[in-house]
């Protein structure tokens, strides 16, 4: 059975996480989608929240399971039993960064593989950090999201407002 990771902090996930989840889940048998407990961003969401979100909108999709992690993405992907992991590519500047991640990957995990997609061209230039600014900003992001995140976005930010 070949199983694949598709590891990320999806704060929140996006429509275009979906496309590459939807996408790396029909070339292999298992897709574990790993949800970063504490990435070095300013999350929005929660680790359960983002779980959560991320079940939901992978819900159509028999083979893929969520999870949360906390070490290093490739103890985690060891750990899975697998020896591949799956990122999206938008544009150069993502191409640099996950290059450079993965030489590093390299150094720890030299018997794990990289295999990157590129996003389809109606997500080229999703990011959760701009949606969540538009977001904040009072703009509608429900095209971009998935129902449940397009909602969780408005509580989430609502609340903010009245505070």
Same mark, same amino acid.
């Given at each position: 059975?070949? #199983?694949?990771?598709?590891?990320?902090?999806?704060?929140?996930?996006? @429509? !275009?996480?979906?496309? #590459?989840?939807? $996408?790396?889940?029909?070339?292999?048998? $298992?897709? #574990?989608? !790993?949800?970063?407990?504490?990435?070095?961003?300013? @999350?929005?969401? *929660?680790?359960?929240? $983002?779980?959560? @979100?991320?079940?939901?909108?992978?819900?159509?999709?028999? +083979?893929?399971?969520?999870?949360?992690?906390? /070490?290093?993405?490739?103890? %985690? #992907?060891?750990?899975? !039993?697998? $020896?591949?992991?799956?990122?999206?590519?938008?544009?150069?500047?993502?191409?640099?960064?996950?290059?450079?991640?993965?030489?590093? +990957?390299?150094? %720890?995990?030299?018997?794990?593989? &990289?295999?990157?997609?590129?996003? *389809?061209? /109606?997500?080229? %230039? &999703?990011?959760? *950090? &701009?949606?969540?600014?538009?977001?904040? @900003? !009072?703009?509608?992001? *429900?095209?971009?999201?998935?129902?449940?995140?397009?909602?969780?976005?408005?509580?989430?930010?609502?609340?903010?407002?009245?505070?």
């Amino acid at each position: 059975m070949k #199983i694949a990771v598709y590891p990320g902090s999806f704060d929140p996930v996006t @429509l !275009g996480h979906v496309d #590459i989840a939807t $996408r790396a889940a029909a070339l292999c048998d $298992r897709l #574990i989608v !790993g949800v970063y407990e504490a990435p070095p961003k300013n @999350l929005l969401f *929660s680790t359960q929240e $983002r779980v959560e @979100l991320m079940r939901q909108a992978v819900s159509h999709l028999p +083979n893929v399971e969520v999870t949360a992690y906390s /070490e290093l993405t490739m103890d %985690f #992907i060891r750990r899975m !039993g697998s $020896r591949a992991y799956v990122r999206g590519l938008r544009m150069n500047s993502d191409f640099e960064r996950e290059f450079e991640m993965a030489l590093m +990957n390299k150094v %720890f995990a030299s018997d794990i593989e &990289l295999l990157c997609l590129m996003c *389809s061209q /109606e997500y080229q %230039f &999703l990011s959760s *950090s &701009l949606l969540k600014e538009a977001a904040a @900003l !009072g703009a509608d992001v *429900s095209r971009l999201v998935p129902d449940a995140v397009a909602q969780a976005l408005k509580k989430k930010f609502a609340a903010r407002r009245r505070a």
